[in-house]
């Protein structure tokens, strides 16, 4: 499948490694390309699997007519990135390409929802795989797990999205599709609200937000997220997403969370689109998301000190 994936972060790296490493020779599937967010001339990268050494893959990077010609697009990118990320190309892409997105955070969809075409397909990707960037063009895969594709416009049972899944499960392996996405869009969002904003504020590794000093902070957070959920038609439980969220901290309790190593890294970081998200949510049906605006404000106080103004 002709496929192109935006971004070259860590999660757009792994992607394209996974997509396009499919033979053990080190071969690349010519049909996989990279759009970077800056031009490069490099032909190849480094990947790590977890715990082992770091080998060079060549890499093949998109132009103008690959993208014309793909039949499939994938955005890896940060969430305030999304919208410019395909407003840069969408007069390119095919009128009957597919399109994913895969990005943390909720209400990106909003945003660009008039730049995609009616014989379009969109899919979202929630990927739980952890990847590290330790320089440009190098990554190192940090913690395995599943990844979930649904739906979000388009005939699920049309020829051309069938033969996405089997392209997906062959290639990244552990894909599942999810008929009701939105209630796993959710789940992340949760996940998402309690890790990414507490480790990043207290500079901790994933694992200790299981700590009992956090508890009460978490239980709070998840309470609020069930809430906007209901007034937005999911169906959420409370003690579920908290046993999803101490169990994702415990699988990742090594991880330095992506908003952690924004903030460390002094880059931007998706708050707006996780916790702020919730508040925004709030204000929409006038509910009270202490809990959730007060570590989105905290994050925005700590970016203030480094992002121009």
């Known amino acids: 499948m002709k496929t192109v994936i935006v971004g070259q972060g860590a999660i757009g790296l792994l992607c394209y490694h996974r997509l396009s490493q499919t033979n053990k020779d080190n071969t690349a599937d010519k049909l996989i390309s990279l759009l970077p967010s800056t031009k ?8 790590s699997e977890i715990n082992g050494e770091a080998k060079e893959f060549p890499l093949t990077i998109a132009n103008n007519q690959t993208i014309a010609s793909a039949q499939l697009i994938i955005f890896c990118v940060k969430s305030y990135q999304a919208t410019d990320a395909l407003k840069a ?3 390119l892409i095919a009128e009957d390409a597919i399109i994913i997105v895969t990005h943390n955070g909720l209400g990106t969809l909003e945003e660009m929802s008039y730049l995609f075409k009616p014989s379009q397909s969109l899919f979202t990707l929630l990927l739980t795989q952890g990847a590290k960037k330790i320089a440009d063009y190098h990554i190192e895969h940090t913690g395995e797990g599943e990844s979930n594709l649904g739906i979000i416009w388009g005939d699920p049972v049309d020829d051309k999205n069938r033969n996405l899944l089997n392209f997906m499960t062959q290639r990244l392996q552990k894909v599942n ?3 009701n ?25 994933n694992g200790k937000i299981n700590l009992p000093i956090y508890q009460e ?19 959420l ?22 908003m952690r190593a924004d903030i460390l890294n002094k880059r931007r970081t998706e708050i707006d689109y996780i916790n702020g998200y919730i508040h925004h949510l709030g204000e929409k049906h006038q509910l009270a998301t202490p809990m959730n605006t007060k570590l989105w404000l905290a994050v925005k106080e ?8």
């Not at 902070?217 to 209901?230: D, H, M, Q, S, T």
């Not at 969220?245 to 990742?252: F, Y």
């Not at 700590?302 to 103004?309: F, G, I, V």
Request: hydrophobic share 40%; net charge negative; aromatic share 6%.
């Open 89 to 91: 190309i969408h007069h």
């Open 181 to 205: 996405i939105q209630q796993a869009q959710w789940g992340k969002l949760a996940v998402n609200c309690v890790i990414n904003p507490i480790s990043a504020l207290e500079n901790i590794d």
């Open 302 to 309: 700590l970016e203030k000190q480094y992002l121009p103004q």
């Open 40 to 47: 490069t001339s490099l032909t190849r990268y480094a990947f």
């Open 217 to 235: 902070a978490v239980r709070e957070i998840i309470k609020e997220v069930v809430l906007l959920g209901a007034k937005e038609d999911v169906e």
């Open 237 to 258: 439980y409370e003690n579920l997403l908290l046993s999803l969220v101490m169990k994702v901290a415990e699988r990742t309790k090594h991880n330095t969370s992506s």
């Open 177 to 179: 599709f999810q008929e």
